[in-house]
């Protein structure tokens, strides 16, 4: 099966089984381009590919980059879409089975908790997850895993700065992707 096929067999069956809308940040541009706007700003100007390179879930729709079309879709994307399906389970959690009253806790938590900045424990936490159940597909599809990417990103500015304990980060990757 071509990458292209194993991505879309993959994306009907989890639309199919999860319920979840599976689309890119075209949709509600306005919305997308309002956060990238704001994320460059608290980075620094530093997180400049919000709308280009990261995928985004809100309440049970999971945005793909901007450009991205299920046409273009290769099997790395079956990572993305796994990560992101965390991220409903979590909203869904958090409103008891209903994502509409779950994305509210899991905002407030996520951007807020304990700090926005540096010590945003819950976007640590959520991602982490997320990175981990992605790192579990890519290995059953065959690909290598550098942690020194999943520790980069929870640490700096793709996650404004989640959490600084890289050396924490790694170990409990290394322990969990055994």
Do not use: C
């Amino acid at each position: 099966m071509e990458p292209n096929e194993k991505f879309m067999s993959e994306m009907e069956r989890v639309q199919k089984v999860y319920g979840v809308r599976v689309t890119n940040k075209k949709e509600k541009y306005w919305l997308w381009r309002s956060i990238d706007v704001v994320l460059r700003i608290l980075s620094l100007g530093k997180k400049k590919t919000f709308l280009t390179e990261f995928t985004t879930t809100l309440f049970e729709t999971i945005y793909f980059p901007v450009d991205w079309t299920p046409e273009n879709a290769d099997a790395l994307d079956i990572v993305t879409l796994h990560h992101e399906l965390v991220h409903v389970s979590r909203i869904r959690e958090l409103g008891d089975g209903e994502a509409i009253h779950g994305m509210f806790w899991f905002t407030v938590a996520y951007l807020f908790l304990p700090l926005p900045i540096g010590f945003a424990w819950f976007r640590y936490k959520w991602e982490r997850e997320g990175y981990l159940k992605g790192a579990q597909i890519a290995k059953s599809l065959g690909y290598n895993i550098d942690l020194e990417v999943l520790v980069d990103a929870l640490s700096g500015p793709s996650y404004i700065w989640a959490w600084p304990f890289k050396k924490g980060i790694r170990k409990w990757f290394a322990e969990h992707l055994k």
